[in-house]
């Protein structure tokens, strides 16, 4: 399994020849992005946020690409054909199994314009070797999910999980390693520092990708 970390929280998964692309968002976009993001497979979306979601490129793209996401997603993008999905759903692509898990949005109401997102969900995915889990931007909740592989925010500020609370998730799902993402909205900038420690004091085994990275997990 071969994973790329994009901006915010955005990573393509390759994976038994299949390229999953995941939550595409606006956010230090660049154009040579455009031929990579349009020689995917499917692309999973999480929430609605432009983040998460750059409705104006994934207009652009092969049509396809089968694109997942939730209702309210489906009903902000209207100019998207999306496969709607919800929580528990499977989505299954040749030999690897996508499952639709549970996430909680934070609220920040200092935030212009904010308001709680009710339709946010993770994946994980499963291609019989590894299970690769990325959270979206959720605050803690108590589950039993397993994965080998967590990608998950860490700055906190009300919005997802702290590097605190995220060591400790990674801990309760049993990940082997640990990739944050989430780290490049200016407004919440990442403390790199504090992030080392609590993963280190926790003994969270983890790599910080900077944007166009990769890492190759057997």
């Known amino acids: 399994m071969k994973i790329t970390k994009f901006p915010q929280s955005c990573l393509l998964i390759e994976t038994r020849g299949k390229k999953i692309l995941i939550d595409p968002g606006n956010l230090k976009y660049k154009e040579e992005y455009f031929d990579i993001w349009n020689n995917v497979d499917i692309i999973l979306i999480t929430h609605k946020h432009p983040d998460h979601c750059n409705t104006e490129i994934l207009e652009k793209l092969n049509k396809n690409i089968i694109i997942y996401s939730t209702k309210e997603v489906a009903e902000a993008n209207k100019s998207l054909k999306i496969s709607i999905i919800k929580e528990n759903d499977i989505i299954e692509l040749d030999n690897i199994k996508i499952e639709v898990v549970h996430a909680i949005h934070g609220y920040q109401p200092l935030l212009k314009g904010a308001k709680e997102v009710h339709e946010n969900v993770g994946y994980i995915i499963d291609d019989e070797s590894n299970r ?87």
């Open 132 to 218: 690769l889990y990325t959270t979206s931007d959720t605050i803690c909740f108590k589950n039993d999910y397993k994965a080998d592989i967590l990608c998950i925010p860490v700055t906190g500020h009300g919005l997802t999980m702290s590097a605190f609370e995220a060591a400790l998730y990674a801990k309760e799902v049993g990940a082997v390693l640990t990739i944050p993402i989430h780290m490049d909205n200016p407004a919440f900038p990442p403390d790199f520092n504090f992030i080392k420690e609590m993963f280190e004091k926790n003994e969270v085994e983890y790599e910080i990708l900077d944007n166009d990275e990769s890492i190759e997990v057997e």
